[in-house]
């Protein structure tokens, strides 16, 4: 071998020893010196990578490419730290309640009718979701061709810093072994594994009740080869045509800071260097819609010049539909987020959550009711389409006037895997501060509708279990909680009623969103395989909006996953090994 040979392979090793062990000079959240507001960022500026969305693909993405390269993270929202609305857990639900213009959580409301929240913090949707941490199974990891072993040291290298093991209440037990008792098995213990049966998953608080979020993941990146912006909303991806090359090529972005002033941002000069979209289910595929890469008519309808006709962009959009049962308890029960889930054969995930967080948060006067709190539109009330703004808040206004005792007890909640039902995003206006119109479909596909409802007769089951007995009124039956689950906001005091709801109904009329969107840009469709945007150059997509079914349970894991994993890739590529 010869000498420039050998050192090529030392060279190669070291870089190895440094994607996965990080540099020295790594810095703690939250006093990240590469972190700063979008008003002090220059007015034109050159790196290899520019990284738009600092969200839970955004922020590991960008930390392990600043470890070979400069990059910049454009993030459109703020910091997560300091904001106990985010950092405590007894406060979860009061961000997505929060519709002020400077809100960690940008409220939509798709066309079906239900409420939704997409996410505008450093570190995306971690900083507002209840914060289960679970992998994806190794059959989706096979079907989306991904390397096993990558996978699973990005999954190790994102573990080490945002998850740690719950440790089980009263109420998570009781439904964990109500899952046992009515045959959803085996009990695979802790673990972040997705297996079918029932397990104990992971959670990104720890046990101070303190949320570690995809921000966290930053304290790997080289602070000498990062650049954090914050309050930066990117307008529009540039693009030029270089000779007699018919593609068009990335090769920079204009964004705004919080005062509206006008930035533009260039890769530098090199073939490998790149623009990555990871602004999530909606923002990835109305930031490529507003560049001009879409379906031609619906761009030209905005006035938006074409680049690529790409009509597949903003399709396959889908949501994971939740449908929870409310059941009062006569003893008091802890607060608890989601810590168990019965996986079952038949394709709906059962959890629970509980407790007081329906108490006043710590920075309000008023209650937050947690996960399911009409504030944030989880309103079983009324049918999805009548969820207007006065219904909920008539509802909050009712709930504020119960007595607590009223509200003591807890959910148990089920989602279907997939979904089979898919739906379509569009541009609004050509505003980025806009939601755009998204439509999701549930329960379009029958298959769909019925694992809500084998779903929703498993609950049945281990709500009338004798594991679960203790926290349930012996004369309240079944038919009774999932009718005063469908006729109230949250619960009443216990009462009886004399007819059932078909499921069928309850499934439609109390369907609520567990924050699982995704699709919009997916592999096959808008991207290739390698996440780069098919017809276009340098122009990479790598989040959520990419995938065409829900990793796992709960998808955060796996999209903190994809950007560590992709991220490692991009740099092998680019150091040529």
Not at 133 to 152: C, F, K, M
Not at 158 to 174: C, I, N, T, Y
Not at 462 to 489: A, C, Q
Request: proline fraction near 6%.
């Amino acid at each position: 071998m010869s000498t420039l040979g050998w050192w090529r392979l030392v060279y190669a090793a070291f870089a190895g020893f440094l994607l996965f062990h990080g540099f020295s000079a790594s810095e703690n959240a939250p006093n990240y010196s590469f972190m700063h507001n979008a008003t002090s960022a220059p007015f034109l500026s050159y790196y290899d990578y520019i990284v738009v969305g600092g969200g839970t693909a955004g922020c590991p993405l960008a930390a392990t490419l600043s470890h070979r390269a400069n990059v910049l993270l454009l993030e459109r929202g703020g910091s997560p730290y300091g904001d106990p609305n985010i950092t405590k857990l007894v406060n979860f639900g009061a961000s997505l309640s929060d519709l002020s213009p400077w809100s960690p959580s940008q409220r939509f409301i798709s066309t079906d009718g239900v409420i939704n929240s997409r996410a505008r913090v450093l570190g995306g949707g971690s900083c507002l979701n209840a914060g289960f941490y679970t992998r994806a199974s190794p059959e989706y990891i096979r079907q989306a061709g991904w390397d096993g072993r990558l996978v699973n040291q990005s999954y190790e290298w994102v573990e080490k810093l945002v998850a740690f093991e719950p440790h089980l209440g009263h109420w998570q037990s009781a439904v964990r072994n109500g899952l046992l008792e009515v045959g959803v098995v085996p009990f695979n213990g802790f673990t972040f594994d997705h297996i079918n049966g029932t397990k104990v998953g992971g959670t990104i608080f720890d046990e101070q009740g303190n949320r570690h979020t995809a921000a966290d993941l930053l304290e790997y990146a080289n602070p000498r080869g990062l650049t954090v912006l914050l309050y930066a909303t990117v307008q529009k991806i540039l693009f030029r045509f270089r000779g007699r090359r018919s593609r068009p090529e990335a090769y920079g972005v204009i964004f705004r800071d919080g005062s509206g002033i006008e930035h533009r941002a260039y890769l530098k000069y090199g073939f490998k260097n790149e623009i990555i979209i990871s602004a999530g289910a909606l923002g990835s595929p109305q930031l490529l819609m507003l560049s001009g890469v879409g379906q031609v008519a619906h761009l030209r309808a905005h006035n938006i010049p074409v680049v690529l006709d790409q009509p597949l962009v903003g399709q396959g959009m889908c949501d994971n539909p939740m449908n929870a049962v409310f059941v009062p308890s006569p003893i008091p029960v802890e607060v608890s987020l989601i810590e168990v889930v019965g996986i079952t054969h038949f394709g709906s995930y059962i959890e629970a959550a509980s407790g007081e967080t329906f108490s006043a948060s710590v920075t309000t006067t008023s209650r937050n009711y947690g996960m399911f709190s009409p504030k944030i539109g989880q309103l079983s009330t009324v049918p999805p389409k009548q969820r207007t703004p006065e219904a909920i808040a008539r509802a909050v206004e009712y709930l504020d006037n119960l007595d607590q005792a009223a509200l003591q007890g807890g959910f148990i909640l089920e989602k279907i895997m997939g979904p089979i039902s898919t739906g379509h995003l569009e541009l609004q206006t050509r505003n980025p501060d806009d939601n755009p119109s998204v439509t999701f479909n549930y329960f379009q596909h029958p298959l769909d509708l019925q694992r809500c409802v084998q779903g929703i007769q498993t609950i049945g089951k281990i709500v009338e279990s004798e594991s679960f007995s203790k926290f349930r009124y012996d004369y309240m039956s079944w038919p009774g909680l999932v009718n005063m689950t469908e006729h109230s906001p949250i619960n009443l005091l216990p009462r009886h009623y004399n007819s059932s709801i078909p499921l069928e109904t309850f499934c439609r009329d109390t369907v609520m969103t567990i924050w699982h969107y995704h699709g919009g840009c997916q592999v096959s469709r808008v991207v290739d395989p390698d996440y780069k945007v098919l017809g276009v150059e340098a122009l990479r997509v790598i989040d959520g909006s990419t995938f065409n079914y829900s990793p796992g349970t709960n998808p955060q894991a796996t999209v903190m996953m994809l950007g560590r994993y992709m991220g490692v890739k991009i740099l092998r590529e680019r150091l040529g090994n």
